[in-house]
């Protein structure tokens, strides 16, 4: 069952005394917000969080619009995990649906699911291609199996080929290069793999043992983990703004001795889930990011789509819509879609950086600036963008449970 809800306590940073906070986390995602109340309520530490948008739960933050529809402004959020511990974790500030997320591919106007598999396999190929097809995946890599593109494309059978060439021009190619501005041959390959062929007749977007939606949204998920009253939050507060940052040399690689905070070293431990290197403000240069744009359409209709999710992965230049009503559960006489259309990230004052663009090069650029914060113990990076990784949420609240492990739980 859920706990009581207690209100967040909201403050102006302007007012807050520092002298009051055992430690301080930046940003209020599940990164940020896991960190804050793990280190009050099994650390007893006074946590203070800064948060530079005008509101709590980071990505996930979820509101109604106009039309009274539950949607979600920064990306569409599905919960799904195999990690008992992280779903047992937030079971305790959460109901969850039982909704099954599945997605279809607009193949120039017909629906196949992705990931492609044996029911998509009879849509491109027809039934009884498909089935000689299919007994040629299930004797190459066994039946209910997950094989990714570029492990499909490396078989020398001919008609795999054809399978591999098939779901690489019309599921990978188009949709990636709309998404990263890049090829499937240019992303780093755990990107693809991430939506792999499933030899299988399973339609769901995710296998993981559980998956859902919070009953009453993300944004009251994130009340009920920050409603804690060890735990103050301060909203559009940017930690550049408020943190003196102290070197150890004037040299532009001199690591982090010491963060000040309204004047006073901070000695507590600070975790940090922005940018890296936003906060020493792009020394070495920017890192790479993707940014995306949303357009909404409410229609006067219960739904629009098919699915919760349809990817366009040989036309349109957005790279796919959804449609809340299906993730929420929510019924309504009207639905509200969103487009995604994905772009480069060149401005940090307009835009949000919502994916890392994964290579060895950019890893090696992040690594520069992770360098500079490794002298300093106190100062703990965690999250999606501080660790500038591709994780899902629930991955994001296993790391954030293990740090708070580490600081002040079984680990410390
Ligand atoms: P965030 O949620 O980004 O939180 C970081 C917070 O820090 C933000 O609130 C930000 O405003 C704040 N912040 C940043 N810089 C500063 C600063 N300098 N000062 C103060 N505050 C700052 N995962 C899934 O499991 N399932 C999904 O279906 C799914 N869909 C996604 C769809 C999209 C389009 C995207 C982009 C991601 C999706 N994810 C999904 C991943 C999920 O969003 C991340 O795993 C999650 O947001 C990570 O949490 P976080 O706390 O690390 O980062
Ligand atoms: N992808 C694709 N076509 C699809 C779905 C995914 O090419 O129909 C590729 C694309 O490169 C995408 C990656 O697989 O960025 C990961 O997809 P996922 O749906 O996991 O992306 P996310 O939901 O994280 O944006």
């Known amino acids: ?50 948060e530079k948008r005008a509101h709590i739960a980071g990505n996930m933050y979820d509101e109604y619009d106009e039309a009274g529809v539950l949607v979600h402004r920064y ?64 004797d190459t890599f066994g039946d209910e199996r997950k094989v990714t593109i570029n492990e499909l494309r490396a078989q020398e059978d001919p008609e795999l080929q054809e399978v591999a060439d098939f779901v690489y021009q019309n599921v990978f190619l188009y949709y990636t290069q709309k998404q990263w501005g890049l090829t499937p041959e240019e992303v780093d390959p755990s990107v693809t793999a991430r939506v792999p062929v499933f030899i ?52 532009e690689d001199a690591p982090l001795e010491a963060i000040h905070i ?13 940018p890296l290197d936003e906060l020493f403000l792009g020394r070495f240069g920017r890192l790479p990011y993707r940014s995306l744009d949303f357009v909404y359409e409410t229609f006067d209709e219960t739904y629009h789509l098919p699915c919760g999710t ?35 990230y060149d401005d940090p004052e307009s835009q949000i950086p919502y994916y890392a663009i994964i290579s060895e090069e950019n890893t090696a650029h992040y690594n520069r600036y992770l360098a500079l914060t490794e002298k300093l113990p106190n100062f703990h990076p965690l999250g999606r963008l501080a ?9 994001i609240i296993g790391r954030a449970l293990a740090l708070a492990d580490e600081l002040v739980g079984e680990g410390a």
């Open 1 to 50: 069952g859920r706990e009581p809800v207690m209100a967040v306590n909201y403050a102006d940073f302007r007012d807050i005394a520092i002298e009051d906070y055992d430690a301080v986390v930046v940003g209020s995602g599940f990164a940020g917000a896991v960190s804050a109340r793990q280190l009050a309520e099994e650390g007893g530490l006074r946590v203070l969080v800064i």
């Open 200 to 251: 299988s007749r399973d339609n769901r977007y995710f296998q993981d043992a559980f998956q859902g939606m919070p009953v009453d949204g993300y944004t009251r998920l994130f009340e009920n983990l920050l409603g804690h009253e060890k735990i103050t939050v301060c909203l559009s507060t940017e930690a550049e703004s408020v943190f003196d940052l102290v070197f150890a040399g004037r040299e």
């Open 75 to 138: 990306g569409p959020h599905i919960f799904h995990t195999n990690d008992q511990r992280a779903y047992d974790y937030l079971a305790r500030f959460t109901e969850w649906s039982s909704y099954q997320h599945r997605v279809l591919a607009d193949w120039y106007g017909t629906y196949m699911p992705v990931p492609f598999n044996k029911n998509s396999m009879e849509i491109a190929f027809g039934d009884e291609k498909a089935a000689r097809l299919i007994e040629k995946l299930v």
């Open 387 to 395: 660790e500038y990784r591709y994780y899902n949420m629930d991955v």
């Open 262 to 274: 309204k004047g006073v070293p901070f000695a507590g431990p600070i975790v940090y889930t922005g």
């Open 310 to 344: 349809v990817n366009y992965t040989v036309t349109e230049d957005y790279t796919r819509i959804t449609e809340f009503t299906y993730l929420t559960g929510q019924e309504s006489d009207k639905t509200t879609i969103m487009k995604e259309y994905s772009h480069s």
